[in-house]
């Protein structure tokens, strides 16, 4: 059974920057996509990055370029996301979650199995 936990999330003042953590257990697939979603309260999920282990990519959504970035370290099998110039409006429950399908065009994954628990990211003016 897959397992996804997140960490680093927290408050900080806008123009920092935190980086999230997604570490995955009773992962053996080989095939598969990992992403970063977020929802504030009010709004709908929106998804923030992905990284597809298929062709090795890695996208962000237009609301984060140049801000976020998403990596993986396969020897831990985390997902990370770099966050940087924190706006109030990235606050929201950041969750990671994997799949063992293929891409939406969207920038998310499909047939996604997993979802962690969450981490509080909250940005302050």
């Known amino acids: 059974q897959v397992q996804l936990v997140e960490s680093g999330g927290g408050s900080v003042q806008a123009g920092g920057s935190l980086r999230l953590s997604c570490t995955a257990s009773?992962?053996?697939?080989?095939?598969?996509?990992m992403g970063w979603f977020r929802q504030s309260p009010g709004k709908e999920r929106e998804v923030v990055a992905r990284?597809?282990?298929?062709?090795?990519?890695?996208s962000v959504a237009d609301s984060v370029k140049g801000r976020f970035t998403v990596s993986k370290d396969n020897a831990k099998n985390t997902l990370y996301l770099q966050m940087n110039s924190l706006k109030p409006e990235d606050t929201a429950m950041y969750h990671c979650?994997?799949?063992?399908?293929?891409?939406?065009?969207?920038?998310?994954?499909?047939?996604?199995?997993?979802w962690g628990q969450g981490t509080q990211v909250t940005v302050s003016s």
């Open positions: 979650a994997a799949g063992t399908g293929g891409v939406t065009s969207g920038g998310g994954c499909t047939d996604i199995g997993s």
């Open positions: 990284f597809y282990r298929n062709t090795g990519s890695r």
């Open positions: 009773g992962f053996t697939y080989i095939r598969y996509c």
